[in-house]
Structure formats: structure tokens, C-alpha cells
Nanobody, 125 residues
């Protein structure tokens, strides 16, 4: 079973930045869209951003539009989430998931899989 590995989380002050990474050993990773999701305590996992296989098309949740940027480096089998102007409400465990398709057809987490352990992002106010 292919599994993704998230990293880059940590503790940051409000207004600060973090860059999350999602990596895998799967050789065909660059053939699929990838999404970032997050889950805060007591809440459901929610969509943050997604990018298509080629990296040319990205989608964002309204809550992060203009602050977060998703990108990918297919030569490194990696997808990144650059998070700027962080707010306390961004505090959550962040997960990346792989779609079964090259394009992003859904922002629901049941359209993605191969979840890793997640990486904790904590924003202090």
C-alpha cells in the first residue's frame, strides 16, 4: 500500500509562515493529483488545496485563498504547501492524499487516499 509522508509542521506565531512537504516512494506519483487536507481537534477533516498531476492547475479553500500556495516537483516526487500569514484558526494536523486521477475532480477527502500520519501545525496568537 502506497503511503505518503507529510513533514514541515511546527509551532509558529500568528502572521508567520511554514512550508509543508508531501513525499512518497511511489514511482507513478507524478501521474496523480494531490490534495492537502487538515483536521482540527473535534472537527472533520477539511479540504485545503489540491493540484493536478502536471502542476499547472490548483484549487484552494476560500479560507486559505491568497495565503497558501500548493506546488509540486515531480522530479522529486514531492508536493508542497507554502503557508503564509498564518492564523490561529489554521491550527490542525495537515495531511496529504493522492487522487486516483490526474485532475482534481473533487475536494472531498473520500476522493483521495494513501494518507500519511500527518504533520501538526500550531499557530499561536
Amino acid at each position: 500500500q502506497v503511503q505518503l509522508v507529510e513533514s514541515g509542521g511546527g509551532l509558529v506565531q500568528a502572521g508567520g509562515s511554514l512550508r509543508l512537504s508531501c513525499t512518497t516512494s511511489e514511482r507513478t506519483f507524478n501521474s496523480y493529483a494531490v490534495g492537502w487536507f487538515r483536521q482540527a481537534p473535534g472537527k472533520d477533516r477539511e479540504f485545503v488545496a489540491a493540484i493536478n498531476a502536471r502542476g499547472g492547475i490548483a484549487q484552494y479553500a476560500d479560507s486559505v485563498q491568497g495565503r497558501f500556495t500548493i506546488s509540486r516537483d515531480n522530479a522529486k516526487n514531492a508536493v508542497y504547501l507554502q503557508m503564509n500569514s498564518l492564523k490561529s484558526k489554521d491550527t490542525a494536523v495537515y495531511y496529504c492524499g493522492r487522487s486516483r486521477y490526474a485532475n482534481v475532480y473533487t475536494t472531498s477527502d473520500d476522493g483521495f487516499g494513501s494518507w500519511g500520519q500527518g504533520t501538526q501545525v500550531t499557530v499561536s496568537s
